[in-house]
């Protein structure tokens, strides 16, 4: 809620010139409107409609929401994959203020209001264009929802409209195929989606997201080791990160069970297997659309056992297998698309060995290099987060 509030703050002071020409003018209005000892009934049904093209729908509806509870009688808001031109002309058969928000782009924002006074009366227009400075964040969104509101009473009032041909060079120049020239009564029907020029909306689930949020990782990587062969297996981890928008921030913990493989370096055959641990920082950015691309750099470490399953001289005997500990730094970037309950992605990694370990063959003083990694080794994986 102190969130909320502060983002309210914030969003008034950008407004503010707006906000007190607005005031001043439904001031005055409202007190024209006192003829004989009536006064103009309040606002009694809001509709709203948010076009799903360019922005997180739910969170803009709800946003939207909450500055007309307590202040207007009915309030409904849905959801639309595009807009109805003809349902934006018609008459509606209650009285009340009808609003279709749509986000042209990522930045600039039209909205359409139809009021009906009292049914059977002909509908009054607003146009109105709002350009975001940072796009759908919350100050944005909280922008948006503010302007429908105080344009809403406005229009209520009688203090603010657009003419009805100025509402349909605007619908005519928003779609592809013209509004009807004599609409019937479309409000509660079906509505009749037109194609916009934008084409089908994109995956904007993952915009508009603030706040702390924990996720969980299922993954499968591998990486080139060199003489020892491939490490590969299973992968979880969590990841622990602040969202503000198109970026997120935080840190990530993963845990790898590299499966148990053989490798033969003449005369022994080794077996090798073990775990890998990484708790590094981790940032991920939306490109577009539902695409992201994501990072991570930090410390990590292996820890491997080697034991020797044959030789081929029976003179030799082997140390008895142990554990070792391998520092290791962590370099990965990838990618991930998804919806806002699933995401999958593809990641590319350099492991650095920070400690060089190897199995050797000893003769007395002699040692002989039987297997070691390489120090730097590449590595791919596949996931998905949740």
Known sequence: MEFRLSIRTLAFCCLAPCLLTIAGQASAQASSLVQGGNVAPSLPRVDIAVVQNACDAMALQTKTLSWFVGSVTLVSARQEPGLDAGAVLAQSPVAGVRVWIVARTATTVWLYFAVQPEPGRVPRYLVRDIELDRGFDELGMEQVAQVVYLSSMALWTGQLQSTRSQLEDRLSATFLLPPPSTPGP?????????????GPAPNKAWQGRSGWMLHSELAYGLRLQGREGIAQGPLGALRFLHASGDLELGGRLSVQFLLPHRQQSDPVVLDLRGYSIRAAPWLSFREASDLSVTAELGPGM???????????????????????????????????????????GLEASLSVQLLRTHYDLVDGSQHIELLAPWIIQPGWSAHVVF
């Open 186 to 198: 479309r409000w509660s029907a079906m509505p009749t989606a037109v194609a916009a020029k934008s």
């Open 302 to 344: 292996d820890v491997v056992r080697y034991s020797v399953k044959s030789t081929a001289d029976p003179s030799l005997q082997p140390v008895p297998s142990q554990w070792e500990v391998r520092p290791i730094a962590w370099l990965a970037i990838g990618i991930e698309s998804g919806s806002s309950r699933i995401r999958f």
